[in-house]
Structure formats: C-alpha cells, structure tokens
C-alpha cells in the first residue's frame, strides 16, 4: 500500500524534519567532501538571505547555470524556501540560446558563478553569483514565508525531440510526489539509502535524485559528471545501494564492468529515460546483481510503469505495468480507446503529471485532455497489462499507404551483429513520396552490410524494408543519450533515394 504524500508540508519542511532527526548525518558527497545535513541547513538560509537581499523574491523567476554542484544542491532548495521559480539550463549553451529562454521562462535573473558570468557575459537580467556570497544572515531561518506546495517551483526546458523546447511547470508538490510516490514507496526506500548523482542536474530526472535522498533523510553522492569508472569506483567507495540511470549510461556500464568490481552493496538499479535493448537489460541483470528495474515516462508525467525484478527476464521486450496511481490508455487518432495488444497512442494520468505548460494555454489544452497527457509515444497493452513501446507517434512512416514503425525495423536490424547503434527516418522522396533509410553506426570492422540487408529481407515484411543505408561514426544525441532524429532528418532531407531508379525508368 502507498504511503500518504506529505500533503501538508513543503520541500523545506520535509527537508527540516530530517535535519532535526539527525543534523550531523552525511546529507551529501561531492568528490571527497562530505555536507552534513545542519551545514547543508545553515548554507540554504546564506542562499537565501542573499537571494532576497537581492530582489529575487516569492514568484520570480531565474535560470539557474551551474554545472553539477554542491552550489547547485543548495541553489535549488534556497529557490524552494523563498517561493521563486528556477530554470535550470545546461552550462553547455551557447549566449543565443540562453537568451532565447530567458524570453521564454520571463526570467529576470540569472544565478550561477563568477566563471560562468564572464563567459557568457550576458546582461539582459540580474545576475547573483553565488561565489560573492559573504556571511551575514544571522537571525535569517528557512521556511518563514511559509511556502505552498501548489507554489510553481522549476521551469524544466523539455529535451527537444523536436528541435522545440517547451517549458514544463513543475510545482513542489509534483516534485515531492515524483520523490516519495515515484520512488521511496515504490522501490521501498528509507534514510539507509545512499543515492548515487549521475544524471546532469538541469534536468528533471538528476533534481529528482537530488531531492530524493533529502527528503527521506538518506545520503546523496553526486557526480560532477558521468564516468563509467568514476561510476564505478564511486559505487564501491561510498556503498552506493541505489540510483535510477540513464539507459545509455547502463549501456556503456555494462560493458565496462569487470567481473573483480564489487556492486554488492546496490539493492536496486532502475532504468530511465529511453527503452534498453533486450540483450543489454539482461546483461544489466546478470552484472549488477541486484534489483533491476525499467521504466516509462515523459518529462510532463514522470515515471508511469514499472518493470519489476520478477517480471524482467519473461518479460524483457515490456517496460512494465502501470503504477498504483496512474492510469494508461491506448487511443487511436479519434481518442478512442483500443483493446489488449493495439497499436496506438499512449496516454496517461497521474499523480505525478506536470501543472502546464508555462505561458502557453492552447498547447496545454492540446496535450491534455480530460486529464489525460497525450504523450506522442506509440504503444500497446498486453492482455497481462505489461506496456510495450512502439516508438514516436510523429516518427510513424507511411509507405504506400501503409503505416511503419521505425521501432520494428531497428530491433531487427541490431540483431545483425558489430552494430553499435542503429536509427530509422523517413526520407522525403519526389517518386515514391516516403521511403525508409537506416542509419548505422558499426561496433567494429568486421560490419557488414550485406548481413543487415539479408536479415531484413529475411525478417521484415516488404513495406518495411529499407531503401537505402547509411554508416556512420555516431549519431546525434541530447545529454541523456536520446538520439535526435530531427537532426538526422535535417541532414539527410536533400538525400535523393531513386535517382538510379528513376534513370532506368524514364
């Protein structure tokens, strides 16, 4: 049964109540220092003290540029107490893009460091470094403007499959949901927990384990970034028990284990962001030896469906059942529901959804409906009730009248072996109106092509074949691995498919 939410108490609250509990425990680990839960107390009351001495008050709103930091950490839960708003965004972006979202959040300040503000050199808001931060807030104590947690609280920048972030409000109570709901109850977690960071921490899954471990009173241990073997010797050092990781950064762990590295101390690992390939989840099982769980999700809803040890080796192809409290569909384009193992869009309502989208009523309208988030993503629903995904709903080819799932074809296709990595896109083409290309990236030498063509042939049915392949060294990805199709779109859009064929025919 689940545990009753904390419907009373705020970010700071909760965070408070286990300060009191034990101010001297580890709250965090950064490299090789150590932030107990009363420092970590006294530095969010200096952030805050400086943030509304400042003019950054209750409702405003700021980005947030930092890399993963301790600072970070602190920055975000100052922004809780006070009742601002924060953007994160990647240290990563350019000063145009930076821009572009101070107009989009209606941002008015800029937090981040010394460092950072000379590169950027940006003026078109306030910006607090927290490097000048001088001591000077005795008598200030957190939670004195009593925050709701209907409070707007982060502006997260979706990924952008598309190319076009969207921002996505998150209250405090989404995040405490997504935190004690979506994670402690469900994978039954408590203060022994020592959390490992890995995830970069301007996107929702890295605050999400940031928060998790302060709100139930465990240990946090952040990455300054993703290092298979600093992951691993991290792991080892500090008994780490538990974590949810990207799924490309599973894939590059399993591959770097070696049988000598002791993962004794992980009770539970938990796949995220996008869907494992079956063989890589079963080597996650094997070397890990843990619980090994994988998920389903999107930035707007959080985490839906659980696959669960038990389920995992029957059940690899599946990202599992949904939730106690959520609720999936499967709907065709007339949003009628679909029966067991129909192929249509997902959607979903849950506990854990987002409030909006910030400033933009008819997208919101458009996405949610009835309560339900339309997610975009293509999937069915067994007669078990286990979800399988299908791919993106806009990633949907259309051959000859026929529609065609780039999902199926890459499953396929990766079974072909020295494939590292394998993406399908539709090619605009002036004589057949659609076509199919495969993109590939090999695993070595010994690749070949004709191999990936017999399996197809031998494999996929004719409307699903590929017309033509293209080898490539890598694939463009967004900083949780995803692959970005609209790039690979874009470069290849001037791509004629049947010149060759055309000159025979004409």
Known sequence: MLRDTLKMNNIIEIFLKNVEKNPSKIAVILKDKTYTYKQLQLDIEEYSYFFESSGLTKNTHTLLILENSYEFIVSMLAIANIGAVIAPLSTTLKKDAILKAISTTQSTYLITNSKIKNKLNIDAV??????TIKPNHESYKLNMNKIDISQ????????????????????????????????????????SERIIVASPLYHSMGQRL???????????????????????????????????????????????????????????????????EDDIKAQCIEKFGCDFHECYGASEVGIVTNLAPIDCKSNLSSVGKALPFVDIKIVNDKKEVLGVNKIGEIIVRSKTAFSRYFNNKEITKQNVIDGYFYTADLGMIDERGFLYLKGRKKDVIIVGGTNVYPLDIENEILKVPHIKECCVIPIKDQYFGEVIMAVIVPSDEQFDLKEVKKACIRNLAEYQQPMCYEITKDLPKNDLGKIMKYKLIEQYKDYDVTKYLRGILT
Request: aromatic fraction near 6%; include cysteine; charge should be neutral.
């Open 126 to 131: 306030s910006t607090l470094c927290i490097d």
């Open 152 to 191: 707007d609280y982060i502006l997260t920048l979706t990924s952008g499959s598309t190319g076009d972030p969207k921002p996505i409000v998150f209250t405090q109570e989404t995040k405490i949901n997504r935190s004690l709901l979506a994670a402690r109850d469900l994978y039954n977690l408590d203060s």
């Open 210 to 276: 940031i928060l998790l471990p302060l709100l139930i009173g465990a240990t946090c241990v952040l990455l300054p970034k993703f290092s298979p073997k600093l992951w691993i010797e991290t792991v080892q050092k500090h008994k780490i028990t538990f974590t949810i990781a990207i799924a490309s950064h599973l894939n590059i762990l399993v591959q770097t284990l070696k049988p000598q590295d002791d993962m004794s101390s992980l009770h539970t690992i938990v796949s995220s962001s996008s869907l494992l």
